[in-house]
């Protein structure tokens, strides 16, 4: 109704002002004349906001089919009941699963993610209800509370099966040739469990280990532990892992894969007499964020040593050797346990030297001009939590400086110089606050220590211009890359997938002060990836979606925003559309025939 007030006041303000002084041969005439106006106007601002114009029509719901691959899961008849329950509602169903969009019958469902947002965006923009035919296990299944009334779920039941997928998997990045692999794998079941199987790790081409794995219960994970020996492959290398057990009914989900470097010789020794969190999490750093082979020995008590990871017994001439011929070294806490640290070494060298004491919260506060300023750019500074922070440390540059608490006294917590050879100073202890923290110090985190150590390896670092940044990656997520040492913000990546001939060719830009960014997702396979300066692998495996879940929904009405009833309004007669055409073109020959313009 307020839209046809607004229409008759738009058409009647118009005729009074077209024809409340208009000197008409007779006021009849006028009258008509401004009369066939008011009309014209009132039904084009009908059309306008089209006005509701006849019987109102209920709005018939939008279907929607998930089009997700957990619909094939296992077997195909969840997808045929989704199929043939669509095909009962109507032919205008529409297929959902990244994004709306045609459902092609003829088509198996090869959607990666089954995200209902794009299905209650695409019913809001029709303002009609819903019904969205689904396995039940939607990302955001609390989305669609966002629906019209009358909208409703129909949730298709699975048959109960046996399970057992490779749900995840944590490995090193990097690793020496004869070194021990620490691996972590992550197990899942379905819904009646798994029977007992094997875990099989293969590393390349060869099998490097297998492993009975026990039966599971119903909806269940569990982490097996295991440890390889990184043999018999050099340069990135996929490490993949293999379950099986009988009855297992999907096979798409028993293999995870990930990429790992594999090096001759370690490029950088970190030892340790004082373990601890900082020491931890910068080795990690080091094997992590920039894929250096690492061997890292611990000192556990006086003349015992450990090598790291394994725990297995070193010597201290072993350990003294390692230091000898390392081309980058890290000692952390007694630093001149060998006697002076640049007569123990002949390469670049960093010296972590925890205070002996604590006088105070220290708050990192800036970054001078230094070799990490690039690095360390974008570090939030100020929502980064406090440190240790002991005697200064001469050196050519200054990398952070720390304010204690809120005075004005400052002290260098990392510093270095550049001849006659690389060497850092860090003077701080408790950074390990930063990653514990997450997000944005757990960035901080990462930036600093691979600002020291790529700055510390120079030729020896990576210099690829751009690498794969996540080391697990699945079909169909984005892909984050990592930029690398080189000045140029445009990379090309030439990416080839392994048994197949298409060559695709990937451009990334990286912003002033962004590390890393995001690309398309790929298909699930092996790729290789040529960079300027080097090459790497990158492994992708089959969606998430493959993998056993419970359903998140139950069948039944949903919704609760009103659209009201709709296909009522003055756009859809096309008879109103002649009939204003037709007023305005009497109003007009009537007006040149009485003489008006």
Avoid: K
Wanted: net charge positive.
């Amino acid at each position: 109704m307020t839209a046809w007030l607004i229409a008759v006041a738009a058409g009647a303000s118009v005729a009074a002002y077209q024809y409340g002084t208009s000197r008409a041969p007779s006021p009849w005439r006028r009258v008509a004349l401004a009369t066939m106006r008011m009309l014209a106007v009132t039904g084009a601002m009908a059309l306008v906001l089209d006005a509701p114009l006849g019987r109102a029509i209920r709005a018939e719901p939008l279907v929607f089919v998930d089009g997700s691959r957990s619909m094939t899961r296992g077997d195909s008849t969840v997808w045929h009941a989704a199929r043939d329950s669509a095909t009962a509602l109507g032919d205008s169903a529409q297929v959902f699963g990244d994004s709306v969009a045609a459902w092609m019958r003829a088509s198996p469902p090869a959607a990666n993610r089954s995200r209902a947002r794009s299905v209650v965006e695409r019913a809001m923009a029709d303002g009609r209800p819903a019904i969205v035919i689904t396995d039940g296990e939607l990302e955001d299944s609390s989305a669609l509370d966002g629906l019209g009334a009358g909208s409703r779920v129909i949730v298709l039941p699975r048959r109960a099966h046996r399970d057992l997928a490779v749900a995840a998997i944590e490995a090193p990045r990097a690793a020496v040739q004869g070194d021990s692999l620490a691996i972590r794998v992550t197990l899942s079941s379905a819904s009646e469990g798994a029977a007992p199987g094997a875990l099989v790790v293969r590393l390349g081409d060869a099998q490097i280990g297998r492993w009975p794995v026990d039966a599971m219960s119903p909806w269940s994970e569990r982490q097996v532990d295991v440890r390889v020996r990184a043999q018999g492959a050099q340069g990135p290398t996929p490490l993949t892992v293999i379950a099986s057990s009988q009855g297992d009914s999907e096979p798409r989900n028993d293999t995870l894969g990930v990429a790992v470097e594999i090096s001759r010789a370690a490029t950088a020794v970190f030892v340790s007499t004082s373990p601890d969190q900082d020491a931890r999490f910068a080795m990690a750093v080091l094997r992590g964020a920039l894929s250096l082979p690492t061997r890292g020995y611990l000192r556990i008590a006086p003349g015992r040593w450990r090598h790291e990871g394994t725990f297995a017994a070193a010597t201290e001439a072993e350990v003294r050797l390692a230091v000898r011929d390392a081309p980058v070294t890290i000692l952390h806490g007694d630093t001149s346990i060998f006697g002076p640290p640049q007569a123990a070494t002949r390469g670049p060298l960093a010296l972590i030297v925890p205070p002996e004491s604590e006088d105070g919260e220290w708050y990192p506060s800036s970054v001078p001009p230094s070799p990490l300023s690039a690095a360390l750019a974008a570090v939030p500074l100020e929502s980064l939590p406090p440190v240790a922070a002991g005697a200064p440390a001469r050196g050519d540059w200054v990398g952070v400086e720390a304010r204690r608490g809120r005075e004005d006294v400052r002290r260098a917590i990392v510093s270095g110089r550049d001849s006659p050879r690389r060497i850092a100073v860090i003077t701080g202890s408790g950074f390990w606050r930063w990653r514990f923290r997450g997000g944005a110090s757990a960035d901080a985190y990462a930036a600093l220590w691979g600002g020291i150590f790529d700055w510390l390896a120079a030729e020896r670092a990576d210099s690829r211009d751009a690498v794969p940044d996540e080391q697990l990656v699945r079909a169909g997520d984005p892909v984050r890359w990592r930029r690398g040492s080189a000045a140029d913000s445009n990379v090309r990546v030439v990416l080839q997938r392994r048994r197949a001939t298409r060559v695709d060719t990937l451009h990334l830009r990286f912003p002033p002060g962004v590390a890393a960014v995001d690309a398309a997702g790929l298909d699930a396979g092996v790729y290789d990836v040529q960079v300027p300066n080097g090459r790497a692998l990158l492994v992708v495996n089959q969606s998430a979606e493959l993998l056993p879940a419970r359903p998140r929904l139950q069948s039944g009405s949903i919704g609760t925003r009103s659209y009201g009833h709709v296909g009522s309004g003055a756009r859809r007669f096309g008879w109103f559309y002649a009939l204003v055409i037709a007023l305005l073109c009497t109003e007009w020959v009537a007006r040149r025939r009485a003489g008006l313009r």
